[in-house]
């Protein structure tokens, strides 16, 4: 069983700044891409970063040059700094990992349960 588990999210003021961290644990090899996306009120979920297991990045245009994707590669974790927040980031951020769980011929597809992030003064 693989878990990603978010953790960071919370109640920021407008230019403010919010790091999100995420653990892709339990029985698995690695991680190959991991990601975030993010979903606000009556919209789809959408995109915002992701970063490959040899360090390629993909960003949604709405968040270049404020949001940075880290990976922390012997840990299976992923890290998504976000500056210079405006209210339309407010979303639930989820965290999503390509896997390979242990004893697996394939690569499987995960989600984390979501974290809150609310930019408002």
């Known amino acids: 069983q693989v878990q990603l588990v978010e953790s960071g999210g919370g109640l920021v003021q407008p230019g403010g700044s919010l790091r999100l961290s995420c653990v892709a644990s339990?029985?698995?090899?690695?991680?190959?891409?991991m990601g975030w996306y993010r979903q606000a009120p009556g919209k789809q979920r959408e995109l915002v970063a992701t970063?490959?297991?040899?360090?390629?990045?993909n960003y949604a245009d709405s968040v270049k040059g404020r949001f940075t994707i880290s990976r922390e590669y012997g840990k299976n974790t992923v890290h998504l700094q976000m500056n210079r927040l405006q209210p339309e980031d407010t979303a639930i951020y989820y965290c999503?990992?390509?896997?390979?769980?242990?004893?697996?011929?394939?690569?499987?597809?995960?989600w984390g349960q979501g974290t809150q992030v609310t930019v408002s003064s």
């Open positions: 970063i490959h297991t040899v360090g390629t990045t």
């Open positions: 339990g029985r698995l090899v690695g991680t190959i891409n």
């Open positions: 999503n990992a390509d896997a390979v769980p242990t004893g697996a011929v394939k690569i499987q597809n995960y």
